[in-house]
């Protein structure tokens, strides 16, 4: 069952655009934040535009395969590695585990590997075993590295990799249950396991995107072992791509003398090639998650003569880690197309036109990101609690003594309204995850705002409630014309 999970999006969304809005039944979840646009599409005929089907590409620019890299670890030798990538043109992410007790590996580390259109992702926060621990020590050591690394960069960190591949247990499913729960609930959307990802009965569809990877080893990079790789998956491309249509590069830079003039042969061989779509992590996750869950329509009504005109319904930047335009194939020759008000490139393949669709302009990924942590889970913060980042604006969360509600305080003191504030909860994994958002158009000046969500748990003992359980709130926002994003996090045992 699990195997269908990127074959949906290709079955159900080659719209044809004459379908009706009842006949499409796939829609963009309502937990997902999402935006709509408009795109007219000129064609040369009346003949054309009443038959073009319109269709998301399964990549960007109809590429053949997404390639990117993946490495793990604080390693002291990831700067030199990420140099030797930036230079070929290759990117990738870096899993990174929590900055080090002696303050190694912190803030300055991770922003210099960000250059080159790399990003970072979770590693957990001190190299966990999680398949050893229980549920809500899980989380906390998946939740505290994503918001650390967040907060130190300024970036989302939706992919993630285990430590130790360990992610199952066979003698215990309950294990496998809690950290894919744990994995959802803390924000992430992919994993670089494809495993993982395939035969995992807990995930809901669509919920976490994987690819294949291509192994270097770690000191002792084969490239013959590499090319055998490559090989296997170009000539069964078919079978390899209904599961992922990414490949990446992933180990470890733990190379010595030699094998990084090896390494620099890989990267050769690996870049210019024109059919992959060179990315990151990040890039390929907010790809597959806007193709799964987007959704286009015709508006009937403005349907007429050499003109279509659709609707999408995409999700926001915020949701995805990245803001990969969408690429939309169409089936005919298009003369023009108009997104709202602006004009479109349009590209001519074959018979077939390219489209594509940037994010509306006020949709643009969190540029700061801050967190607020209220440890003790005091009812009302300190007069010192506050956002370096974000002076003005204070999110402040407890859990109530009973338990049973996570309460999230919010005040603006910016002297301008916050705009399109949209507060996501996050759970513990024993927890049901309805009814975890809300919003706010707008909080006035010296405004402030409280909202409850419920907390159900919907498992029980010792293995899935036992030691203290971490919360937080992502608050997105845009404050004076920029987004951000603040997290409130709180404990309760
Ligand atoms: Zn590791």
Redesign the pocket.
Known sequence: MADTRFTIGERLLPWLLAMSWAAAGYAVPPDLWSCRQELTLEFATAADAAQATVRIAALPDDKEWAFSTRW??NLPDNPRLHDAMVRHGIKGTF?L?GTDPKQRFGREYARNLLAGGCTIGG?TQT?ARLTGLPANAMFQEILGNRLERECQTDQPVVSF?F??AAFDDPRNPAVREAITRALINAGFHHCVYLDFVRHNPDLPAGAISSGWQIKTGSTDIDLETVQAQLDRLTGKKAAYQRQSKLFFLGGHAAMTGAQWETLDELLTRLAGHDAWWYCNQNEFAAYERQRYHSHLWPVAATTAGLTRTITLERPVPAELGACVPLTLTIDRPVRAAHLDQGRLETRLCGDRTLVKVPFPGDQRLPERIDAIANPRNLPMPPAAAGSRDFPGIRVWLHVVPAGDQLVLKLTNRTGAPLQDVRVTAMLPPSCRTAAIRTSWSSIPPAGSVETAFPIRHEKTGAFWRGGRAGFAAAVDFTAAGLPGRLYATTQFE
């Open positions: 793990d670890d899993y585990t590693h190299h990799a430590p130790f």
